[in-house]
């Protein structure tokens, strides 16, 4: 505590006008960063089912073409709302703005003094900043709850596995086969999560450049997600960009990470 105090007593005053422009910039582009890296995540799980589909296909081949109700297990992702600390004071509302629609939390943590998600900063012109719709504030709810992405052990057979990854194919496609067909879901997925990197990016970059000349505590939080993200594209500039906003970090920094991350929890 006494060194997120001294961090406090270190950060250089701001002229009030600059401070109340820049921060509501501030608030959307790091609720924006964190919806994406959320999103990211969801892919990853969603990788990890197709792959464990695939590699079952491929070990069970002749098993699943003598019985099509032949069953095998996969992890399969589907969220539930988790509990979050909140509640309601004279100044303040601590709780987190989600999207019923796209099931995301648009705003978490640090929604503290929105009452409704009207008076939220991630709403512009009636519509959300954060969600992959940009669905309109009707469409969204203030609670002491947010989005929780788990998986569960579940038995397929290949009539399951058709129908969930086949379904929708237009008959005048090309008929392919459920492996190829895995392939080009995974291969969507892929493309889908690069952009969301790509696009994590230039929103973290843009958050640290009009960080008010001192280390934004909202641009390290997610340092060391993208720095690991970006490695594993082998793109070695933008490791090198994010490692160098990470190397600002002080010792005021780190106990102000500590500090905040220390009072968040999921019940």
Same mark, same amino acid.
């Not at 006008?17 to 999103?39: D, G």
């Not at 081949?61 to 589907?78: A, G, Q």
């Not at 629609?101 to 640090?110: A, D, I, K, L, T």
């Not at 009539?159 to 995974?186: F, I």
């Given at each position: ?33 964190? !919806? *994406? +890296? ?5 892919? @990853? ?7 464990? &589909?695939?590699?079952? =296909? ?98 397929? !057979? *290949? +009539? ?5 990854? @086949? ?7 090309? &008929?392919?086969?459920? =492996? ?88």
């Amino acid at each position: 505590m006494s060194q997120f105090t001294e961090f406090l007593e270190k950060t250089a005053p701001q002229k009030l006008k600059t401070t109340t422009e820049v921060l509501k910039i501030r608030i959307r582009l790091t609720a924006c960063i964190q !919806n *994406l +890296k959320e999103r990211v995540e969801l892919i @990853e799980i969603q990788q990890r089912e197709i792959q464990q &589909t695939q590699e079952a =296909l491929k070990k069970h081949k002749e098993e699943m073409k003598r019985n099509e109700m032949f069953t095998v297990e996969v992890d399969v992702v589907y969220k539930v709302k988790g509990s979050i600390r909140g509640g309601i004071g004279v100044l303040f509302y601590e709780g987190a703005t989600s999207c019923t629609v796209c099931e995301e939390n648009c705003h978490y943590p640090g929604c503290t003094w929105a009452r409704s998600p009207e008076s939220c900063e991630v709403m512009k012109d009636g519509c959300c900043t954060s969600c992959t719709r940009k669905c309109p504030v009707s469409d969204h709810v203030k609670e002491n709850w947010i989005y929780v992405t788990k998986t569960r052990k579940v038995q397929k !057979n *290949l +009539k399951d596995v058709k129908n969930n990854y @086949e379904r929708g194919k237009a008959g005048c496609e090309e &008929t392919t086969s459920l =492996l190829g067909t895995l392939e080009k879901r995974m291969e969507k997925l892929q493309k889908d999560k690069d952009q969301l990197l790509e696009k994590s990016f230039e929103l973290i970059v843009k958050l640290d450049q009009i960080a008010l000349n001192v280390d934004s505590l909202s641009t390290h939080v997610h340092l060391d997600f993208l720095i690991e993200k970006m490695k594993e594209k082998g793109d070695a500039e933008k490791v090198q960009k994010l490692e160098e906003m990470k190397s600002r970090e002080d010792e005021g920094t780190r106990a102000a990470l500590q500090y905040r991350f220390g009072k968040l929890s999921v019940m």
